[in-house]
């Protein structure tokens, strides 16, 4: 067979509705090289003829299940800007590698091995041959996940802010989506900090529940495990980014339309509460302990409390820092010190001029209590003020 009949029948069945997984099966069996498609994070789309392991549709899998690996980043990027087809290291032997690209999106990696085939047609023709055609099924797929995505998005719009549609009707929508809003559900905030906001937007279209994205934020809900499901979310978008830091968090685990509304809120605080205080990238309501609580009572409320305990620390973040870190070490002031960059002998120093100000005992266990209540508030009412501004 020859390179341009070849290329022929793979667009015609491209046309046609095929899928990845068709396209490989079909180069495989016209020139009986292993080919596999690999996606831009460097996970096994689609593969056939490859030898000792499974062919067929790797995209298709859950989001949660880790897809298999096959090439690094460095592999991705020298195929990514190579001119034209160039060597990549496989586990299984030499292959051929040229990138897919369909306007200017990067779709992956077409993979075909360089060892002498069937019909007489070399490597490199046939990634030239191939790459038009499982473009096409990119496009396709890209219109019609296009339109699922922009009628996922107004459901979370929906749960959200809970605009024309009563619960029962989102009950109905939810079922389109496979999700069942009569079982308990989270919700969940997700947020990209980086320049790849390109790749953030492909990573946040794989996952498996419906969503709602806004440059570096994303909106969706979880259900079963929510603190694994939040982990797993995390970590399977970080994968896809090669720069910057994606942090997921969870509201507070609920049934029904109106518990979500009142959880993608918490949700939110949940996240700034993670940022402000440098913890883990994926946190649930559960995580933010009493924290989490007070995000759920009146501001006002929260601004008198904190004023009536520390009020005398106002305007002094190297103090209320400093105690944030004297109660979260249990009181060692060489892990203080390294908390808040001071030497050893500082931190006793400013323990007492806390003691001072505030006219009571840091260390007395109810005083304690008072104190770390108030600066999980002061926490809380920070994330709120920054949300407003």
């Known amino acids: 067979m020859s390179a341009d009949r070849l290329r022929d029948e793979l667009q015609e069945l491209a046309f046609a509705g095929s899928s990845w997984p068709d396209l490989l099966r079909h180069i495989h069996h016209a020139t009986g090289r292993p080919v596999r498609l690999v996606a831009v994070d460097g996970a096994l789309l689609a593969q056939h003829g490859v030898a000792g392991e499974a062919s067929g549709d790797h995209e298709g899998r859950s989001f949660d299940r880790i897809r298999p690996r096959v090439l690094d980043a460095a592999a991705i990027a020298a195929v990514d800007v190579a001119a034209g087809a160039i060597d990549v ?20 990696v077409l993979l075909v091995g360089d060892a002498e085939g069937q019909g007489g047609v070399g490597a490199d023709d046939v990634l030239a041959a191939a790459v038009t055609a499982l473009a096409i099924v990119a496009v396709r797929r890209d219109a019609e996940a296009g339109a699922v995505a922009e009628s996922a998005a107004w459901f979370v719009d929906e749960l959200r802010f809970g605009w024309r549609r009563t619960d029962d009707d989102l009950l109905t929508m939810g079922r ?19 320049a790849d906001e390109r790749m953030w937007r492909t990573a946040v279209s794989w996952l498996d529940t419906p969503v709602r994205v806004d440059g570096g934020r994303a909106w969706t809900i979880a259900g079963g495990d929510v603190g694994h499901r939040v982990a797993v979310m995390q970590a399977r978008l970080q994968e ?8 997921v968090a969870a509201g507070p685990v609920g049934v029904g339309a109106e518990s979500l509304r009142s959880g993608f809120r918490l949700a939110g605080i949940v996240l700034g509460l993670g940022i402000r205080r440098r913890g883990p990238a994926a946190s649930t309501y559960a995580d933010a302990g009493t924290a989490g609580l007070l995000s759920q009572v009146p501001p006002e409320a929260l601004r008198v409390f904190v004023a009536q305990h520390l009020g005398a ?77």
């Open 89 to 108: 290291p496989a586990s299984d032997g030499a292959m051929r590698g040229l990138a897919v690209r369909a306007g200017e999106r990067r779709v992956g």
């Open 176 to 194: 389109r989506f496979g999700v069942n809003l009569a079982q308990p559900h989270a919700a969940v905030v997700a947020t990209y900090e980086g």
């Open 240 to 247: 896809f980014v090669s720069s910057g830091e994606v942090r």
């Open 313 to 389: 620390l106002e305007g002094r973040r190297d103090l209320l820092d400093t105690l944030d870190a004297w109660y979260a070490t249990g009181g060692s002031r060489s892990r203080v010190a390294e908390s808040v960059h001071l030497h050893r002998n500082s931190v006793g120093h400013r323990m007492h001029r806390i003691r001072d100000l505030l006219g009571v005992d840091p260390n007395d266990p109810v005083v304690a209590e008072r104190l770390r209540t108030a600066l999980a508030a002061a926490d809380v009412l920070a994330v709120l003020d920054d949300a407003e501004s």
